[in-house]
């Protein structure tokens, strides 16, 4: 019968993977969202495949570091400066929509209802995580609007969008940029709030709804 | 005022990252366990981040492939084959320790209590997977009984401890396993179950409580 006092062995002084999977697994676990556990299931998924898929894998990573940058005009994710809507003579150059994440500028795209341009300040202020003006691409933004050399085209910026996220923080985030447009010569708009198309109000937050009355649209005088 | 009837583009139809993000994108979502919203937090991450990180990310994946193969004893992931416990002539030989998971192996390691071998079935049988017998190493490990030349050092192995996770899977394997090896000339054991060591007897199930009672061992005649 074995002693009942036994011990394991503390697993980081045990035996471990090969040192080329630990290696894998220190790496992923780097990454946002990814455990040790889903480390693991990701190596032996890669283990179990052909090299083939591996090696377009890693050939993915160094490829975006390498291809991509970000915008001298709006900063948004792209392969060339300025970025192909900087570019674009089709657009309203004197139009910037302010929106926190590459990614939505591209949810903005995808309806394919904006004409102007863009400008992504890749984040938005959250004092909790230490994330300041500073931080994001504000600076660029006020420079653009002051000087209009600094936008596409070098066309002066009649009118700024904010479209940050409606939470807490991209609140602040559009307070914050209000305060630093007010003394610019600037029309200053937001993206309008309420019920979300497609959804039914008994569903709607106190918040959503309470946007809804308070952004009511005339329909008849 | 906006047409109400306006429906946005279908993502798939309308504009996206640039060209290197979304194949970067592509080869993250084909991992186990992310979606494309984590792929997007892991590229934004890497696109963050310093071209040094995402250069070691990209050699531990194209490594791991082209350093790690299979022990051809015991099917354990290796730099070598054997792998270190198979060649190790400190190893009790005639002792083989059948786990499902190069990583239950690590953990029978590291409580430093076992001396024997081990052998990696490289899964568990699933028949709602679509996973038999003969996607596992089954038949390695027959080999190895039937003819000690194929066992490490030649030894002939007198007993197969069956180490399966205790559940219907593992059992399931077990089973098939213990039916292979009625009519072999080895002992068969399985790892003892009950009380886990450190838990409280009133968060243990009904199995748990079945399989203590059903496997109480003797501490006074």
């Known amino acids: 019968m074995p002693s009942p006092r036994k011990q394991p062995v503390e697993s980081r002084h045990g035996p471990a993977y090969p040192a080329p999977v630990e290696r894998l697994l220190t790496e992923l676990t780097r990454l946002p969202g990814i455990g040790r556990r889903s480390a693991e299931r990701i190596a032996f998924h890669l283990l179990r495949g052909d090299a083939e898929s591996a090696n377009r894998l890693a050939k993915a990573v160094t490829d975006v570091k390498s291809a991509i940058g970000h915008c001298a005009v709006c900063s948004n994710l792209t392969e060339s400066s300025p970025c192909p809507v900087c570019a674009s003579e089709k657009r309203d150059r004197s139009l910037v929509l302010v929106v926190e994440q ?12 904006y004409r102007g341009l863009y400008h992504v300040l890749l984040g938005r202020i959250s004092p909790l995580d230490g994330i300041g003006p500073e931080h994001l691409t504000v600076a660029d933004l006020l420079a653009r609007i002051d000087d ?10 009649e009118e700024v969008i904010l479209g940050m996220n409606p939470t807490v923080e991209g609140d602040g985030t559009a307070l914050y940029l209000m305060q630093e447009l007010q003394s610019r010569p600037v029309r200053v708009t937001r993206l309008a709030r309420g019920l979300p198309s497609g959804w039914s109000m008994e569903l709607a937050s106190k918040a959503v709804l309470a946007d809804a009355i308070e952004g009511r649209q005339k329909i008849k005088e």
Do not use: H, S
């Open 102 to 113: 590459p990614r939505d500028q591209i949810a903005i795209e995808q309806t394919a209802m």
């Open 148 to 157: 209009p050399t600094k936008n596409a085209g070098g066309v002066r910026i």
